[in-house]
Every structure is written in C-alpha cells, then in structure tokens.
C-alpha cells in the first residue's frame, strides 16, 4: 500500500471509490434511489476541477493505492467554515476507502498521511463533518483522536435533509 498526492489523472479513479464507498457507508443513512443513481462518470468533472485546484501543501487530495490501483483518498484545504480562521485551521472535506478494503488499516495509514501534510503545511487544528446517523465513521474518527465541537449544519441540496455535525483535532 502507498500513499501520495493524486494527479488529474487519477480523478477517474477517485470518482468510482467516490461513488462505491456513499452506496456502502450510507446505505440505511440516505435514501436508496438516490445511492443508486449514483454515477462516477457524473462526479468526474467535479474531480477534475478539483484536483486542478491542487494549491500544495496547502490544498489538495492524497490517494491510497492497493496494487496500482487506488483504494481511498482524503481531500485537504483551508477550512470552509465562516467561524474559523483559514490560516490557522483545515479540514478533511473528504476520506472515502472502497467497501472491501475496510477494517484492514488502510483508513488509518491514510488519515495519518492526511494529519502529517497538514501539520506540515503550518496549520494547528483541522476540522471534518461527518453525518450525525454515521456510527461507523464517528467511531474511526474517535478513535483516531476527534471529538465533536457541537457544531451543526444541516443540508437540503441533494433533495432530502442531511445533518452533520463537525470534529475536531488538534496538530502536533
């Protein structure tokens, strides 16, 4: 397993896991037409867009790879959120494995990867939102040292309401 920077020409790859990882991890947690209609082709050039965002060390995506192929990523920026300062503060807007590759560590090596570029691009906390129903994915988040802050947002824009509450952690 390897952990690098992702390149435009992985946003075909980061799509599908994109897609395969919401159908298992929100199945019960959202409604199932929606995760049916699902289509890595349709968030393609979302990832495109992305990935030619890239600001390194500042912004960008890291991609676990399982031979050669890539089975997770984790995107990184400046935090989004209005009541934290940028400079100081990032989030993890995304860190999504494919369903088989569950529970054998990789999610770990992954947000590990995730923490160090951070620190190392000079921010001294990082934030991530993750949805409230989510067990599994609280329960990883705690256990690699998140808490819950109480903050809140809720999301209508994909046709049904979503609420998400953020975690944070400290960088050393």
Do not use: C
Request: hydrophobic share 40%.
């Amino acid at each position: 397993m390897r952990i690098r920077q992702a390149t435009g020409a992985d946003a075909p790859a980061i799509a599908a896991v994109h897609v395969r990882s919401w159908q298992a991890a929100y199945q019960g947690l959202v409604p199932q037409d929606y995760l049916d209609d699902l289509d890595p082709a349709r968030r393609l050039p979302g990832w495109e867009r992305l990935l030619a965002e890239t600001a390194w060390p500042r912004k960008g995506v890291l991609v676990a790879e399982a031979e050669g192929n890539v089975v997770g990523f984790a995107g990184l920026t400046p935090t989004r959120d209005d009541d934290e300062d940028p400079a100081s503060v990032a989030e993890i807007t995304t860190i999504y494995l494919t369903p088989e590759t569950w529970g054998r560590g990789i999610g770990k090596d992954l947000m590990n990867a995730a923490l160090g570029a951070l620190t190392g691009a000079g921010y001294r906390q990082a934030t991530l939102w993750v949805l409230d129903t989510n067990v599994r994915a609280r329960r990883f988040y705690e256990a690699a040292g998140w808490h819950g802050d109480g903050a809140i947002k809720r999301d209508a824009t994909r046709g049904f309401p979503l609420t998400e509450v953020r975690y944070r952690r400290l960088l050393m």
